[in-house]
């Protein structure tokens, strides 16, 4: 396995910290590195052309997110996927992102509804963790018009936690996604803020018993 971060494809203001964890965090999306893999600072660090602070920094940033598990002696773990993290994850979506949205709706401008919308286009060309950032931008145009940025920072923490779940999601049913984003778009165009609310509570909902439904069957002998 060799790594390499690319400097030409990272905006200037990233440290070298996060360009390391940007390159980490999509062999874990992509599966190159799977649940349980190991982590090394010194190995990283060599196969990055990297010192071993940016390394150790980025670690820092991905335990934070949720997608490793760090351990003594300059090691970490990618984190395994498990039923009990899922079910807390979306508890906590559950409780903040459907009344956000609706929070979100009176500021709407039309400026905010072509970004949805060309996101939504962009998502049916994409993959991986390319299709995750575009679904994050897709949603975070309602987010961030609800002028609640301490809340908007902690959920973004909770749904970066979630994003090897919701690959799993989007790989079993991409078609039921984009119906679901599609009537959310419906309904923030309409100005319907109870409908929105309503989706985006349905749209977690359906995920998660997706995403559960998946995970059980995974760990079915056999």
Not at 44 to 60: C, G, T
Not at 63 to 88: C, F, Y
Not at 116 to 134: F, P, R, T
Request: aromatic share 4%; net charge neutral; charged share 25%.
């Amino acid at each position: 396995m060799v790594l390499k971060a690319s400097q030409s494809d990272i905006p200037a203001p990233r440290t070298a910290g996060r360009v390391a964890a940007d390159v980490i965090r999509h062999q874990i999306l992509t599966g190159v590195l799977p649940p349980g893999a190991t982590l090394n600072q010194n190995r990283l660090a060599e196969e990055m052309d990297m010192s071993r602070i940016p390394v150790r920094d980025a670690l820092q940033i991905l335990a934070a997110e949720g997608l490793i598990v760090q351990r003594a002696h300059s090691t970490a773990t990618v984190a395994p996927l498990s039923l009990s993290d899922l079910e807390e994850l979306y508890e906590l979506r559950l409780a903040i992102e459907p009344s956000l949205c609706r929070r979100a709706l009176q500021n709407m401008r039309a400026v905010n509804i072509d970004r949805m919308q060309v996101a939504l286009e962009e998502m049916d060309a994409a993959d991986g963790d390319q299709w995750l950032a575009i679904n994050r931008r897709f949603h975070a145009e309602l987010y961030l018009r609800a002028d609640r940025p301490r809340t908007v920072e902690i959920l973004d923490r909770v749904r970066r936690a979630t994003d090897r779940y919701i690959l799993v999601h989007h790989r079993v049913d991409r078609i039921t996604v984009r119906k679901e984003h599609e009537l959310i778009l419906d309904a923030v165009i309409a100005g319907h803020e109870r409908r929105v609310e309503a989706l985006v509570a349905a749209h977690l909902s359906d995920g998660y018993e997706a995403m559960i439904g998946y995970l059980r069957g995974m760990s079915q002998p056999g």
